[in-house]
């Protein structure tokens, strides 16, 4: 007999072994959550079938009722029996990213709890690329309704700790994958109108989309759009501790607040681009790295870590590649 009772992390979290997979599906059967990772950030999982299951994962994370869960599925798995998949630029942006860094919003077969969508006539899907995420996905054979596996409001994870310091044992198992090598959640994409329009802002970026399906809008400049992502409303990425953020070239009232910060007995962290940390040399920096790729995938570690200090600083970067453009849309927001 399989032993349920959880006392420690090391018993919530499970390294990905045929046996664990399979006590996941048994969970995930059963309506218990369980968390995933993928290449992008943990997912918090629940059986799409099941409303209580749907119901907790809400719950458990404090999450507001309108906003809406994205469905995951394997990669051999027939999202047309969830979604209509009738437009021809639907079926080239599948085969173009799909698995991956994305997420495609169509309209649904309502299929899947109704709780999933929070009463939307669509429904969102993805299919991660990580190694974990599909062994998962595969081994449970349904979709999965997953938010990531972090407290509202919080840091999104990316790793097992992470999860593991949200929920405790609140949650029966955490999938180990190590860390997740995107670091920031995946590109939702709007595709039941006549081209594709960008929800939230991710890995794979609108020229990406452009360059397979001829034209690609963000909604915040799309009046055609009606369906805007609930999601981007809400106060998002925060860590627990003290934050400010300082305009690219102000270095020097970085500097000034941080001596501040210590002079007072206080921690304090600059985060910033590689680049720009040598005007904080001495001082604690967490790099972000030069790229918008380098900067995702070290965005919200970096944010997790910063919690150790009494103060996290941000220093703004210059855009310089499309990807940043979604890197500094959760920068500003974490230090917002
Ligand atoms: O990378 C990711 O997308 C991660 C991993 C776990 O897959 N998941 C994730 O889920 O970021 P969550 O719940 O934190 O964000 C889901 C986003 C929200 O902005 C939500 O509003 C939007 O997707 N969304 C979900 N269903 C939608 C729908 N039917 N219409 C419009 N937006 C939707
Ligand atoms: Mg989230």
């Known amino acids: 007999m399989t032993m349920l009772s959880t006392t420690n992390d090391s018993i919530v979290i499970r390294q990905i072994t ?46 507001p009722t309108d906003n809406p869960l994205i469905v995951h599925v ?69 979709p999965i309704a997953a938010p990531s596996a972090n407290l509202s409001k919080h840091t999104s994870p990316v790793t097992a700790e992470h999860v593991f310091a949200d929920f405790g044992q609140k949650i029966p198992m955490i999938l180990d994958g190590g860390r997740c090598e995107g670091g920031i959640e995946s590109t939702v994409v709007d595709v039941t109108g006549d081209y594709p329009i960008i929800l939230r802002k991710g890995l794979v970026t609108a020229q990406m989309i452009a360059r397979v399906t001829g034209k690609c809008t963000y909604a915040n400049q799309d009046s055609s759009l009606n369906a805007r992502s609930p999601g981007t409303k809400y106060k998002h990425y925060c860590p627990k501790t003290q934050t400010a ?26 985060m910033c681009r590689e680049q720009d940390a040598c005007h904080f040399k001495g001082l604690n920096v967490f790099s972000l790295g030069e790229t918008g790729n380098q900067m995702a995938a ?22 310089t590649d499309e990807v940043m453009l979604s890197v500094e849309n959760r920068f500003l927001k974490a230090f917002g």
């Open 18 to 63: 045929d046996e664990n997979l399979k006590l996941a599906k048994e969970y995930v059967l059963q309506g218990k959550l369980v968390a995933f990772p993928t290449e992008t950030v943990y997912g918090l999982g629940a059986n799409a079938f099941l409303d209580d299951a749907i119901r907790q994962c809400f719950y458990l994370k404090g999450r």
């Open 74 to 142: 394997h990669k051999d798995y027939d999202i047309s029996t969830l979604v209509y998949v009738d437009k021809p630029y639907q079926k080239e942006l599948i085969k173009a990213f799909m698995p991956g860094p994305i997420t495609l919003v169509f309209n649904s077969r309502g299929k899947v709890s109704d709780l999933v969508s929070c009463g939307l006539k669509t429904l969102a899907i993805r299919m991660p690329s990580s190694q974990g995420a599909q062994s998962f996905l595969k081994a449970v054979n349904l």
């Open 245 to 270: 953020v300082f305009e690219h070239g102000n270095f020097e009232d970085v500097i000034k607040l941080y001596n501040q910060t210590i002079s007072q007995n206080k921690t304090a962290v600059i």
């Open 298 to 319: 070290r965005l919200y570690f970096g944010l997790r870590e910063a919690e150790r200090f009494d103060l996290a600083i941000g220093y703004k970067f210059p855009i």
